[in-house]
Nanobody, 116 residues
Framework: QVQFMESGGGLVQPGGSLRLSCTAS????????MAWYREYPPYAREHIAL???????QYVYKFKGRFEISRHNGNNTITLQMNNLKPEDSATYYC??????????WGQGTQVTVAS
């Protein structure tokens, strides 16, 4: 059973914007802090931002100001608005709980490529 479904990635030019979405199963989503992560091999998956069930957002410092996380409890969805994208933002983006669920498998992620 798919627990996380990410979408919204694509190819964008440097300086552009993308809005990613993630829909999670209700069992995973309800009451849990949700987060965005990204991975660019060979580097480890890194945390970007989290949002609590009450809608309080926190960001890893280097993403603050360019990325914005939001939460929509009515449809078990979180989004990540990414602005002023840079080539180094190219990665596969994932959502999960924070900390990551020990039982639910990661989703397929959504690929973001920033290139001219």
């Amino acid at each position: 059973q798919v627990q996380f479904m990410e979408s919204g990635g694509g190819l964008v030019q440097p300086g552009g914007s993308l809005r990613l979405s993630c829909t999670a199963s209700e069992m995973i989503f309800r009451g849990n802090t949700m987060a965005w992560y990204r991975e660019y091999p060979p580097y480890a998956r890194e945390h970007i931002a989290l949002i609590t069930s009450d809608g309080v957002a926190q960001y890893v410092y280097k993403f603050k100001g360019r990325f914005e996380i939001s939460r929509h409890n009515g449809n078990n969805t979180i989004t990540l608005q990414m602005n002023n994208l840079k080539p180094e933002d190219s990665a596969t983006y994932y959502c999960n709980t924070r900390p990551p669920s020990p039982t639910a498998p990661w989703g397929q992620g959504t690929q973001v490529t920033v290139a001219s």
